[in-house]
């Protein structure tokens, strides 16, 4: 996006309201289809289905295979609206068609399969033209709440010492997805495109441990999960690869954000966007390319307005500001910590496993000096430490008060300073700041839901809804159906 306040901070566009991301909005795909890129979305689209126009190939994307709504069912392919009465719909298409070519196959083989396909083609037929893939896997996101989690067997036996079934089939669909970053960067690797690409792996939000929607995902020893104000929701690791990195091969705390990828992006690849986007993001590409960790952030992770449940969240530098919170603080606390003697039996032979991969080849290779690290040091290098609770802890109640963190000394946000600070220019000058943008801020756009969405109306297929009331097209599907309902009654 290229507005820091689209209307976008309050709710995800449920599939049955009927708005999208706004037209005026510049998405990263049209910005680079315009600088010559042959753009591609696989998987989730997410930002608007009611019209034709919002859907990926009216935003910038030369093509697109996969679904428009929050989910689907990772076999069919279909989506079933939670505490509605509406038909449970298929949702997949390849571009603006409906395809059922897919139905039967698991989902993230089929998008793996599909981006495989993509890079192959695409080397073939026109190498000069660069490529722009968005690769926007479902997992390991739950399914429809009949049959949340679900993998296909012979990955669920990898995992046969994992007692907790739900732990079990979580482990199983990122398991399964791992398989598909490697499938991706093999085929890069056989086109001879990996030398000249960048591949950036990262997570949208912190996982959902309990809830809704949830997974048992674990964000411990952060707090809170996803749809949350705290950082088990807002922040995630992520991996990022060019033969440009001075440093490959290291850990980079950098602090940055999903807004910063279309100006750190687009500078890796030369371009320069138009100035009068004011694009809400940092152009990090420097920091990435020489291994700078020192740049100070400023990141409005969401001002919710909402008078039924305001609540804001916003760091700059080591310092985050949290007031007011979301489900009535239910998802507050530290959740998903493992406690199990459950050991993986091929954790003994780690390092060897991980060496023997294509994948670790390919980048050896490409790497040369600087491939040979020690994969237990890097990982022991990104864990999270966060010092114990003592007496002296101050706790953070966000519905009482406003809160205050020093983020780099307490990432999982166990000690509250507002009281120490609460007279202070350092939290005076935050909380003029978030006033600022608060102003600033665009109304929520989210819309109260349209019944006229129903699937039932048009061949159980989850469509946009408002372009077939307007054409008469929903109107005739439903005589039909009220018709074919009659004759089954009497």
């Known amino acids: 996006m290229t507005n820091p306040f689209p209307g976008m901070q309050h709710y995800v566009i449920v599939n049955d309201q009927p708005w999208g991301l706004p037209q005026k909005e510049k998405t990263m795909a049209e910005i680079f289809r315009e600088n010559g890129y042959y753009t591609s979305?696989?998987?989730?689209?997410?930002?608007?289905?009611?019209q034709r126009n919002f859907t990926p190939t009216q935003r910038g994307f030369d093509h697109h295979l996969g679904y428009l709504g929050a989910y689907v069912d990772y076999y069919d392919q279909t989506y079933q609206q939670n505490g509605k009465n509406y038909t449970r719909g298929h949702d997949f298409r390849l571009n603006l068609n409906v395809t059922h070519d897919q139905v039967g196959?698991?989902?993230?083989?089929v998008l793996s399969d599909a981006a495989v396909q993509l890079i192959e083609q695409h080397s073939s037929r026109n190498s000069s033209q660069p490529l722009f893939l968005l690769l926007s896997h479902l997992a390991p996101h739950a399914a429809n709440d009949d049959d949340p989690m679900q993998a296909p067997a012979e990955e669920l036996a990898k995992f046969e010492y994992i007692r907790n079934e739900t732990h079990r089939y979580y482990a199983a669909m990122v398991s399964r997805l791992d398989r598909s970053v490697g499938q991706v960067i093999d085929a890069l690797a056989r086109q001879q495109m990996l030398q000249d690409s960048i591949v950036l792996f990262l997570s949208d939000n912190g996982g959902p441990t309990v809830g809704e929607h949830s997974t048992t995902a674990s964000n411990y020893p952060l707090r809170g999960q996803k749809n949350s104000p705290w950082e088990g929701g807002l922040r995630s690791s992520a991996a990022i690869w060019s033969t440009e990195f001075e440093r490959l091969g290291t850990v980079w705390k950098q602090q940055t954000y999903i807004g910063d990828l279309l100006p750190t992006l687009a500078a890796a690849a030369g371009i320069t966007p138009d100035p009068d986007l004011h694009l809400d993001g940092m152009n990090l590409w420097p920091a990435l390319k020489y291994g700078y960790e020192s740049l100070e952030r400023e990141i409005v992770h969401t001002i919710d307005t909402n008078p039924a449940s305001p609540y804001l969240s916003y760091t700059r530098g080591k310092w985050k500001v949290v007031n007011g919170t979301t489900n009535a603080a239910l998802f507050d606390g530290w959740l998903g910590e493992r406690l199990t003697q459950e050991v993986d039996p091929r954790s003994a032979n780690y390092e060897e496993l991980i060496r023997n991969t294509s994948v670790w080849q390919h980048l050896q290779l490409l790497m040369g000096s600087q491939s040979e690290r020690n994969i237990s040091s890097l990982r022991q290098q990104a864990q999270i430490e966060c010092p114990e609770s003592s007496a002296a802890t101050k706790p953070c109640l966000p519905l009482l008060a406003p809160c205050l963190f020093d983020i780099d000394a307490d990432p999982c946000e166990r000690n509250n300073l507002y009281e120490e600070y609460r007279n202070s220019t350092i939290l005076l000058d935050l909380l003029q700041r978030i006033e600022q943008f608060a102003r600033q801020a665009h109304a929520p756009n989210n819309k109260p839901e349209d019944p006229q969405c129903d699937p039932r109306f048009y061949h159980n297929e989850w469509t946009w809804w408002q372009?077939?009331?307007?054409?008469?097209?929903?109107r005739l599907s439903s005589i039909l159906i009220v018709f074919v309902c009659f004759w089954w009654i009497f």
Do not use: F, I, N
Request: aromatic share 8%; no cysteine; charged share 15%.
């Open 41 to 50: 979305l696989l998987g989730k689209w997410h930002l608007g289905m009611s």
């Open 105 to 109: 196959h698991y989902v993230t083989d």
């Open 467 to 474: 372009d077939e009331q307007a054409s008469g097209a929903g």
